[in-house]
C-alpha cells in the first residue's frame, strides 16, 4: 500500500528534515506540501532545504508554479487549483469528496485522494464522509485512489481491505517530530503508574504470529527487534505490531532504529551497547518517547542513566540463542550485586533482566531488585503463548504480593 504523508499548514523548525527522513527511510512514497496561505518564496525555501534528489517525490497544493520550475516532481488539484500549470507533464493528483467526484476524474489524474473517510485527527469536528460497506460495494476504489482523513498507522490494514491503493496521513505522520510533551513516559522525573505496571513483563519478538495470544494473556510491553530486515520491512512489520498493541493499550517499543520509532510513532525505542549512543537519541527524540538502554555491568548502568534512558534491559541472566555477540552471563548473583550497586549510588531507573529467563527463574531474579523481566524464546517457543504469558505474569504477581 502507498503511503503519503501530508504537511501541517504551518511552517515549523525542522520540518525539511522531517520531510526527508520520511522519504528516505520511513516507506513514504511522497510528501505533499499543502501550505495554505503561504507565498512563493516561503514554500520554495522549504523546498531548496530539501535534497534535490528527494524533490521528484514532492507534490504541491499551492503555488504551482514551483513544480513547473522543477523544484517538485507533482502537483495537486484542488478547490483553490484546480488546474495544473501549462505545460506541466509531472505527477497530477486531486482532492475528491464524493464517489461521483472519483469516478469524474479517475482517467485525468495519477491519482485521487479521497476523504474523509475517518474522523479527522486534526479537524475538529470533520467527520468521516463514508461507511466500510458504501466504499466496498461502489466500484470505484481501485489502486488510484488514496484514503485521506482520520487515516493512522493502526487503519492501514482496514484500508487494505475496504481496496484502497494508498493512505495519506497529517497528523499521523509527523507523530514524534513536533510533538514534545508526552504523559506516559517512564522517566525518574515522569513515572506512568500505567506504564510501570506494564513494565513488569516485555514481550520481545521478531514476528507478530503470537503478539495477539501474548497480550491476550496479560503482556503489555512488546519491543519488536528485527535486526536482519530493511527499514522498509522493519515499517511494514512495525505498524500491524503497533496496531494490535493499541487495541490492547499495549507500550510498543522499538529495537535499535530511532528513526522508526517516530515514524510509527512508537511509544519509544530500546538501544543496545552498540548502537546509537541515549543522549544522541534523546536529543532526536525529545521528552515524548522512552528511551531504554542495554546493561551488563554497574558502569553500563550509570552511564545510561547519566545519557538519560528512561530504563535498563540488564542481561544475560544465562546463555540464551536468540541474540548474537551475548555479553557475559550475570546469574542470580550478578543481578543482586548491580541491583544493590545501584541502590548505594542512589540510581532507581526500572531495571528488567533479560536473557534465557524460564518461569522457575522469576522468583529469584526478582528478589534482587530488579522491575520486570523481558522473555522471547520462552513464549515464541510455548505451545500455549498466551497460557504461558499468563503462567509468567502470575508468578511475577505472586512476588511482588508475597
Same mark, same amino acid.
Given at each position: 500500500m502507498k503511503l503519503i504523508a501530508v504537511t501541517t499548514p504551518d511552517f515549523w523548525p525542522g520540518e525539511a528534515g522531517a520531510i526527508t527522513a520520511l522519504l528516505a527511510h520511513g516507506g513514504f512514497c511522497r510528501v505533499h506540501i499543502r501550505k495554505p496561505g503561504a507565498d512563493a518564496a516561503q514554500i520554495e525555501s522549504l523546498l531548496e532545504a530539501i535534497p534535490g534528489e528527494l524533490r521528484h517525490r514532492l507534490s504541491l497544493h499551492d503555488c504551482l508554479e514551483l513544480a513547473a520550475a522543477g523544484l517538485a516532481g507533482g502537483v495537486h488539484l484542488n478547490s483553490r487549483n484546480p488546474v495544473p500549470p501549462e505545460g506541466f507533464n509531472g505527477i497530477i493528483s486531486r482532492s475528491c469528496h464524493s464517489l461521483e467526484e472519483v469516478r469524474r476524474h479517475a482517467a485525468a489524474a495519477d491519482y485521487l485522494f479521497l476523504s474523509p473517510i475517518f474522523d479527522s485527527i486534526s479537524k475538529t469536528g470533520y467527520k468521516g464522509a463514508f461507511s466500510?460497506?458504501?466504499?466496498?460495494?461502489?466500484?470505484?476504489?481501485?489502486?488510484?485512489?488514496?484514503?485521506?482523513?482520520?487515516?493512522t498507522p493502526e487503519r492501514i490494514p482496514d484500508l487494505e481491505h475496504i481496496g484502497f491503493g494508498g493512505a495519506a496521513m497529517l497528523g499521523a505522520a509527523w507523530r514524534g517530530f513536533r510533538d514534545n510533551t508526552h504523559s506516559d513516559t517512564i522517566s525518574n522525573q515522569h513515572k506512568s503508574p500505567k506504564q510501570l505496571k506494564n513494565f513488569r513483563l516485555q514481550f520481545i519478538t521478531d514476528r507478530i504470529e503470537r503478539l495477539e495470544d501474548t497480550l491476550r494473556g496479560g503482556?503489555?510491553?512488546? $519491543?519488536?527487534?528485527?535486526?536482519?530486515?530493511?527499514?522498509?520491512?522493519?515499517?511494514? /512489520?512495525?505498524?500491524?505490531?503497533?496496531?494490535?498493541?493499541?487495541?490492547?493499550?499495549?507500550?510498543?517499543?522499538?529495537?535499535?532504529?530511532?528513526?522508526?520509532?517516530?515514524?510509527?510513532?512508537?511509544?519509544?525505542?530500546?538501544?543496545?551497547?552498540?548502537?546509537?549512543?541515549?543522549?544522541?537519541?534523546r536529543q532526536i527524540l525529545g521528552p515524548r518517547f522512552i528511551i531504554g538502554a542495554t546493561a551488563n555491568t554497574f558502569e553500563d548502568i550509570r552511564h545510561a542513566a547519566e545519557a538519560g534512558?528512561?530504563?535498563?534491559?540488564?542481561?544475560?541472566?544465562?546463555? /540464551?540463542?536468540?541474540?548474537?555477540?551475548?555479553?557475559?552471563?550475570?546469574?542470580?548473583?550478578?543481578?543482586?550485586?548491580?541491583?544493590?550497586?545501584?541502590?548505594?549510588?542512589?540510581?532507581?531507573?526500572?531495571?528488567?533482566?533479560?536473557g534465557g529467563i524460564l518461569t522457575d527463574d522469576i522468583p529469584e531474579i526478582m528478589h534482587t531488585g530488579v522491575s520486570g523481566v523481558a522473555v522471547s524464546g520462552l513464549i515464541l517457543?510455548?505451545?500455549?503463548?498466551?497460557?504461558? /504469558? $499468563? $503462567?509468567?505474569?502470575s508468578t511475577i504477581d505472586k512476588w511482588k504480593n508475597s
Open positions: 466500510t460497506a458504501g466504499l466496498k460495494s461502489s466500484g470505484v476504489i481501485t489502486d488510484k485512489v488514496i484514503a485521506l482523513g482520520g487515516v503482556c503489555r510491553w512488546v $519491543q519488536l527487534r528485527m535486526k536482519e530486515v530493511t527499514e522498509n520491512e522493519y515499517i511494514e /512489520t512495525g505498524r500491524k505490531a503497533l496496531a494490535i498493541c493499541r487495541r490492547y493499550g499495549a507500550t510498543f517499543i522499538v529495537d535499535d532504529r530511532v528513526e522508526a520509532a517516530m515514524l510509527l510513532g512508537a511509544d519509544g525505542v530500546h538501544l543496545g551497547k552498540n548502537d546509537m549512543p541515549a543522549v544522541d537519541a534512558a528512561d530504563y535498563i534491559g540488564l542481561g544475560p541472566y544465562r546463555f /540464551t540463542t536468540t541474540k548474537k555477540n551475548l555479553s557475559p552471563v550475570l546469574g542470580a548473583e550478578g543481578y543482586r550485586r548491580i541491583m544493590d550497586r545501584c541502590r548505594l549510588e542512589g540510581i532507581n531507573l526500572p531495571v528488567t533482566a533479560i517457543n510455548s505451545t500455549d503463548s498466551e497460557n504461558t /504469558t $499468563q $503462567q509468567v505474569i
